[in-house]
């Protein structure tokens, strides 16, 4: 039984983060969160008070780069949990910390170092995985990429393939019919965002590693509520661990992009305002393009008053049970609104930040406190679901495939 | 008569203006180059060099935003005529160095300030003309506006309106039918084009002042040689002196654009990528995003290699003679390849380079030597052509409209 939270980052996804552990706190205890920027911790937590929760929340400035601030400030909380939602560029930084202090770790995304993108698949053995032996060692419990995507839908997976007694493929599908009514927005930092389809796509298809463009691969999908919508194969975390854990079977991850979208990155990528490398204006001076766009977009977070919409993201995952072929599509539908109006963001940071939160809950209560290194379809699916189901995410199923039987989980 | 020349700037259009002043050394004398970076001045002195011209021809260092500097300079080198190519954001500054040691000014392009765009028209009431009293009192010649657009066009309007008893309307067209091949990129410094399309688009009707806004009025016109094409009503230097001297005539310009660079225009600018002011970057540093789209866009001058295909550029003249309606368009096809071969540079360069040269030459053979300052509408368009034609840009006139007869300026 772990509890006392430390929440690293103070952006969209952490003030769910935030919200959610308040929410929680009788399970959660003392709550901690730390950035850079400390006032942004503060705005978060004047968010949480507004809401009427007076649950012991205390703010700190930290450098999350530097893995013995992170382990001082664990030290001087005394918190057994730590949340990290802060930028991709910080994940083996805080997880060193929990290392060397042994409290639990949880992440939303897979480490990133700011001058290089998609690197050579596995993702995950760059750079996380190589801590598993460390985790192992001193029993740190580490779950990796426990948002949504990745996250929720690796335990999608790992429960559809629990009723199967082979799997075949899985195709992750995460559709944003919401509209923000900006001209063009991201929906989380931008730099991240862009970073994500700039490279090389990897997938895995016939127990092998393949590789396509951005927008190369298209399909239209039509899914519960949000209808047919079409979704292009992209890079994400979750195809590298679930292809490692179920070789067998196909992994592919579609993100929904809208033609405008899809314009306007085209134009942005071919000009070379999405790169990550420095170039030389005219006055001598040298800038990172992406940085400049990221400086001329909405802040993510400014959307969420205005978002409107759903969203639709589920796995189909197909295989054979008893000889005979069966398909199911695990789902979950978000309400921008709804979230905005509980938590005070838009849906997708509500669909990131809620799930790592059931997963230091489920740590708290030791039945996902591994004590090692785990990816989510490495964990028991069915208590997530659960709490999942009670704290803003149920868990849905079409049994039979995307025109199939449309039930709860637990009617499965 | 006035001899020896000093040419300010050292781009592509100071590329060309360099070749021809060499090619009419017998006429101009000594020639100087003078821009902030002496190596650019070397470089094109080499090119000119290596086309087998002997003639002299020195590199200087100046900061053209400083008059006294250039005013220094202009006594040092004892030029008497200044052909200003730099930046737009110089002009004033060199003027007045032309104004106090007394020497010609000619300019391609009206002056601007960073930080403002699309001022109250006319434009050059704003700036230039404002020292229109001091160039009569000292008996400064100063030729305003002298490359092609601004340049030659107002010399084709005065030349139709010199065959007519009373002129009704002044349309403009300037089409490039060429391609550089990439996948966007402009023809001459990206700073300086945006500005000119992200504003207020400024036109004369009905004797007074309209705006309408870029690309929301678009026309397809039928030219010579590069046959129907799509162009858009522009803000542009030469409607300015045109409506002015011309107030009786409507006056407008179109420039030619495909879907593709107003799709890739678009969206920069809703991005905010093509402003002017500064934003704030996440880490604090400021940047003036159009100086970063410049950074990451080819160099205009790169295009020229491997530039194909022509321009047309034209004004469509509309009046009464003796009356009956009459309509004439004078124009010019220009070639990027034969430009390339000829001087090194593309054909935008070209056209914008070579008049300023020949308007030097008719300042110094004394037939352009006004003692004032003019728009070149304001000057014998004759003694113009004919060393047009000479020198590379050949006038044509369709008799009758863009359906008329085709015929050389001097048949008519």
């Known amino acids: 039984m772990k509890k006392n939270v430390l929440i690293i980052g103070a952006g969209g996804v952490a003030q769910v983060v935030a919200h959610k552990c308040a929410q929680h706190a009788d399970v959660l205890g003392d709550l901690h969160i730390a950035s850079r920027t400390v006032s942004k911790c503060d705005d978060i937590i004047a968010s949480v008070r507004a809401k009427g929760h007076d649950c012991a929340f205390t703010a700190h400035g930290v450098d999350a780069t530097k893995s013995a601030e992170v382990a001082q400030l664990i030290r001087d909380t005394g918190v057994q949990i730590v949340i990290n939602v802060g930028t991709a560029f910080v994940n083996m930084h805080v997880l060193d910390a929990c290392i060397e202090t042994g409290v639990a770790y949880i992440d939303t995304a897979i480490h990133e170092e700011p001058d290089k993108i998609c690197e050579t698949p596995p993702w995950y053995a760059n750079y996380e995985w190589k801590r598993r032996e460390a985790c192992a060692e001193k029993g740190v419990t580490a779950i990796l990429g426990a948002g949504f995507d990745p996250g929720v839908v690796n335990a999608y997976a790992r429960f559809a393939i629990d009723q199967m007694d082979e799997v075949k493929s899985i195709d992750i599908v995460d559709i944003n019919a919401g509209s923000h009514g900006k001209y063009f927005a991201t929906n989380f930092d931008p730099e ?220 499965l």
């Open 192 to 411: 991240i965002n862009f970073r994500e389809f700039t490279g090389v796509v990897y997938y895995w298809e016939d127990q092998q590693w393949k590789e396509t463009t951005m927008f190369a691969s298209g399909h239209e999908w039509d899914l519960p509520v949000v209808g047919p919508s079409k979704a292009y194969q992209s890079g994400h975390d979750e195809v590298h661990s679930l292809a490692t854990n179920y070789p067998q079977a196909d992994v592919r991850f579609w993100m929904g992009f809208g033609d405008h979208y899809i314009n306007v990155f085209t134009v942005l990528k071919n000009i070379g305002l999405l790169s990550e490398q420095p170039v030389k204006m005219a006055d001598g001076g040298e800038v990172v393009p992406l940085k400049v766009v990221k400086a001329c977009l909405p802040d993510p977070a400014s959307l969420a008053p205005e978002y409107t919409g759903k969203t639709c993201i589920g796995d189909l995952v197909k295989g054979t049970k008893d000889g005979e072929e069966v398909e199911l599509f695990v789902y979950n539908v978000a309400d921008h609104k709804d979230a905005y109006e509980e938590v005070g963001s838009q849906g997708i940071s509500y669909t990131a930040g809620v799930p790592p939160v059931a997963a230091a809950m489920l740590v708290a209560s030791g039945e996902w406190d591994a004590k090692a290194m785990k990816n989510v379809e490495e964990l028991d699916p069915k208590p997530f679901f659960t709490l999942l189901d009670r704290i803003g995410l149920p868990t849905r199923v079409l049994k039979g495939g995307l025109k199939g039987e449309d039930m709860a989980w637990t009617d």
